[in-house]
Nanobody, 121 residues
Framework: VQLQASGGGLVQAGGSLRLSCEASTLTFNKYDMAWFRQNPGQERDFVGAITRTGEVTFIVEPLRGRFSISRDNAKNTMSLQMNSLEPEDTAVYYC???????????????WGQGTLVTVSS
């Protein structure tokens, strides 16, 4: 499984971005998916996840209400909609795929290359 994350960029505080993660596999709907983010020298932090059917989604509490996750299994894509962005949201965002829905990076087997989000104040 190869994952390609895109959609990052520079945005002013209060703005929005939509990240996408495209998977190169016909079995995309067999994987739970997640987004993580990371800044240099820091750990990779869980942002949210979505089950393989899309029925269950989870966003970490501090981001809930501003971020949302969705997926389109017909297009092998997952998205992260980010609204009301804050400078603290600046990070490289990674998408990941795994067999089990988890908040832990080690539980995901496949990773995208990351897309940089920079939020200016």
């Amino acid at each position: 499984v190869q994952l390609q994350a895109s959609g990052g960029g520079l945005v002013q505080a209060g703005g929005s971005l939509r990240l996408s993660c495209e998977a190169s596999t016909l079995t995309f709907n067999k994987y739970d998916m997640a987004w993580f983010r990371q800044n240099p020298g820091q750990e990779r932090d869980f942002v949210g996840a979505i089950t393989r059917t899309g029925e269950v989604t989870f966003i970490v509490e501090p981001l809930r209400g501003r971020f949302s996750i969705s997926r389109d299994n017909a297009k092998n894509t997952m998205s992260l909609q980010m609204n009301s962005l804050e400078p603290e949201d600046t990070a490289v965002y990674y998408c990941a795929a795994g067999d089990n829905y988890s908040t832990l990076p080690n539980n995901y087997d496949y990773w995208g290359q990351g897309t940089l989000v920079t939020v200016s104040s």
